[in-house]
Structures are given as structure tokens and as C-alpha cells.
């Protein structure tokens, strides 16, 4: 996806971070060369990589990278700490581990010496910034930006992975306990960035900015970072969450769409800081999370003159997300639709997908968690009776036999990957996930 943006628009901008610019052909490069740097080091294709580096252009590369040589990033957040880390590390038994060198206070290469000495199967800590004793700096295995010889790009091209493959772990809310592991497949996660980005209206001319972790579905895939490079645009991290930097990057860079979250709005529309910047090239902020008032989506739309778009969405697979053109009615007060009432399979192609498959009775792991997300979570988002989503005739004894016949995918049971992977569905006698 990324590769293909490139061959369309190399020289475009696709990364923008305070006074870095990367463009396409950069931003592929680098991240190749840091495939290949990460392969001389010796991890290999499907080793997992727990990935903690805040908002800057080198997680951007650290996580195509992983990608092009089939390594799985596990996703974690600034915020973790000793107890969620411990719990990636054990889980995916990850072979590597990324971090920054200091956030804040907070010196991150101290709990990741902690880690590699309480789990031996964590070879490589990585630092973006200044390693300690016994660590690797991120920087120099990038390297400095080159032309690939054949002799890299052949390398690539051997561990390419199978569309098929986990191309990512996201995590759960944690709402109940410590976040789960999540794996994504590429051909899924490619679809979920597609998706996002069709109905988020995105383009060439889409700059996108990011203010919240970049490390979590929303701002990854939904449609995000990866839904921007899906439509060849921009996408422009903030450095921080100040109002004053972040609308004079607005005006700087021209951003068309923010993805934000009810905080941040709540005090963008309470603020006269946004009035002494130009925000015409705004043209939608997306809220996240917790349901955004109508109120404030009025407001919004008013003082910013854009449009407000409601995403919901769980990183197992379901979004639901407002259109563009949809009526006040649903543009302000619903939290957006996988469906429409009436219309089996509505107008999301996500749903289609999982309905067609149950149709045609081809049903694969994809499709009966795709299915289950839907179902489940669409019809509390919309109250929709289910046969908006999936054939009313789909009874649960058809449901159980499906589960049966997929049984658990096709890895090892041993394997933290597969056992992970093979975790995500549906369980018939309690009809929920487990």
C-alpha cells in the first residue's frame, strides 16, 4: 500500500513533523533500510517487536519497516509501564523491543534494562535517541538516505510476508484487566485503512494530523496514518498537544482533517487561541473515544466551520464511523453506522464483506470475527436488529457449525502468535469474545 503511494507520488510529502519533511520515496527507503539493518541483526520474519516510541517520524519507519521484513509489531502506549510491558512481553514473547531514550521524566531504557534482564527470550532493546550500556541506538540502523542496492531489495523481497500473515498486535481497552493482544492480518488491516479512508472522504489533497498516539488503532488505521498513505496524502504529527502549536500548524501546513478526542475539543471550542489563526483549509475533526455531544458537534461546525465526524470502533476489527454527507440527524447525535436499517449489509463494505462470506457459505477466520465484531458491536452502536448485518436466515446452529469448521488458524498452537490469532472469535457457548 505504502509502496504503491510512493510509485504514484515520490517527491509528495508524506511525513511532516516540525521542520522535517519526508517524502514517499524517503519515507520507503529508510524504512527498508531499517528492514534490512533489523535482519542483520537477527530477528526474523514473525518474531515479535514491542513497539512503545512516541509520535515522531521514527515510528513511522520502525513500524513500516517491521512490517516489510514480516516481523509483528506489538503495539504499546507512552503511558505503559512496568505491569502492561511485563504483560506484552510474556504474551507475544517478543524478541525486541523499541523505546525512546527519556519522555518527560520518565526514562524508558531503565524499565526496558529491567525487562531484558527478566526475559531472556528479549534479545534487542532498540532506543530512539541515546542508548544505555547493553542497548542499540534506533538512528544509525536507519542510516543515512540512499539509493537500495539489489542486493538489499532481494533480501526484502525473500521475507516478504503472506498478505495473510499478523501484520500487527493492537491492544484491547483494558477496561476489565490488563489490554489483550490483538493480531490484525495484513490483507484485514490493509481493509480497515481503506475502509476508514473511503469514508472519511480522504485524498491526494487529504493532510492528515495526528495528535494522539499513533501506537493505537484510531490514529494507526482508522483510518489514521496508514488510511492517509492509503490515499497518497500527508500526514502531520504534532509535537504536542498545545492549542497554540498545534493551530499554527493547522495554518502552516494547511491540515484538512484532525483526529481528535472530546478533551481536546472541549477546550479547542472554550479557547480564543484557534481564532487568531487561519483554519480555512479545515475541513473535518473526527472525535474518538467517548461520544462527542451534539452540542459540541454543533459548536464545532459553527466556530470551525468544518464537519464533526463520530468514529467508534474496537481494534478487533469494527468501525463505525458518520459519513460525510449524512444528515444532521445521524451526523450529529448517532456514533456512526456499520449498516443501514432496511439495507442488509447497508452501505459499509465491511459488513458486505462478512455478510457475502456467510451467503456464499464461504466463511474463513477473517470473515466469523469480522462477523462476530459486527454483529455484536453494530447492534449496540445502532440498535440495529442484526439481519441489517448478516442474513437473518444465519441461525446459531449455522453460526457453531462455521466456528467448527474454522476451528483455530493455521499455526502452531505452541506459537504466541498463533495461540494469540487463534483467540479472536467466537465462542458458542457463551457468545462472546475470548
Not at 539509493?147 to 516478504?160: G, L, T
Not at 447497508?346 to 458486505?352: L, N
Not at 469480522?370 to 448478516?390: M, N
Amino acid at each position: 500500500m505504502v509502496e504503491r503511494a510512493m510509485l504514484a507520488a515520490p517527491d509528495k510529502d508524506a511525513v511532516v513533523f516540525n521542520d522535517r519533511r519526508i517524502s514517499y520515496a524517503k519515507l520507503v527507503r529508510s524504512s527498508r533500510r531499517l528492514a534490512v539493518a533489523l535482519l542483520d541483526l537477527g530477528l526474523k520474519p514473525r518474531d515479535r517487536v514491542v513497539v512503545q516510541l512516541p509520535n515522531t517520524p521514527e515510528f513511522v519507519i520502525a513500524y513500516l519497516a517491521l512490517n516489510w521484513m514480516g516481523a509483528i509489531p506489538v503495539m504499546a502506549l507512552r503511558a505503559h509501564r512496568h505491569t502492561e510491558v511485563r504483560h506484552f512481553i510474556r504474551a507475544s514473547g517478543a524478541n525486541a523491543y523499541l523505546v525512546p531514550d527519556v519522555v518527560g521524566t520518565f526514562d524508558y531504557r531503565s524499565m526496558a534494562a529491567e525487562m531484558a534482564a527478566e526475559f531472556p527470550c528479549l534479545r534487542h532493546v532498540i532506543v530512539a535517541g541515546e542508548p544505555a550500556s547493553g542497548q542499540r541506538a534506533l538512528e544509525p540502523l536507519i542510516g543515512p538516505d540512499a539509493q537500495e542496492d539489489d542486493a538489499a531489495a532481494s533480501r526484502i523481497q525473500a521475507v516478504r510476508p503472506s498478505p495473510d500473515d499478523v501484520s500487527t498486535m493492537l491492544l484491547s481497552g483494558g477496561t476489565t484487566s490488563v489490554s489483550k493482544l490483538i493480531p490484525r492480518t495484513h490483507n484485514d488491516y490493509v481493509l480497515n485503512a481503506r475502509l476508514c479512508s473511503e469514508a472519511a472522504g480522504f485524498g491526494r489533497s487529504t493532510v492528515f494530523m495526528a495528535i494522539l498516539p499513533l501506537g493505537h488503532n484510531y490514529n494507526l488505521a482508522s483510518p489514521g496514518l496508514l488510511g492517509t498513505f492509503h490515499a497518497c496524502g500527508t500526514v502531520v504529527i504534532a509535537p504536542n498537544t498545545d492549542i497554540e502549536t498545534i493551530f499554527a500548524t493547522v495554518e502552516r501546513e494547511r491540515v484538512s482533517v484532525i483526529a481528535a478526542a472530546v478533551p481536546l475539543i472541549s477546550n479547542w471550542l472554550n479557547s480564543d487561541v484557534p481564532k487568531r489563526f487561519d483554519l480555512s483549509s479545515l475541513k473535518v475533526v473526527q472525535n474518538g473515544g467517548a461520544r462527542l455531544a451534539p452540542e459540541l458537534r454543533v459548536r464545532l461546525r459553527d466556530q470551525f466551520g468544518c464537519i464533526p465526524q463520530e468514529l467508534y470502533g474496537t481494534a478487533e476489527g469494527l468501525i463505525n464511523m458518520t459519513r460525510l454527507d449524512d444528515p444532521d440527524k445521524l451526523l450529529l447525535e448517532s456514533s456512526g453506522h456499520a449498516g443501514v436499517p432496511g439495507q442488509p449489509g447497508g452501505q459499509d463494505p465491511q459488513a458486505r464483506v462478512a455478510r457475502q462470506a456467510f451467503m456464499n457459505r464461504r466463511i474463513d477466520a477473517y470473515s466469523l470475527r469480522l462477523f462476530v465484531s459486527t454483529a455484536r458491536a453494530g447492534s449496540i452502536v445502532r440498535g440495529a436488529a442484526l439481519e441489517h448485518i448478516v442474513p437473518s436466515a444465519l441461525s446459531r446452529v449455522e453460526l457453531k457449525r462455521a466456528w467448527r469448521d474454522v476451528g483455530p488458524l493455521p499455526m502452531s498452537s505452541g506459537d504466541p502468535v498463533g495461540a494469540c490469532a487463534a483467540g479472536v472469535g467466537y465462542s458458542p457457548g457463551r457468545g462472546s469474545h475470548h
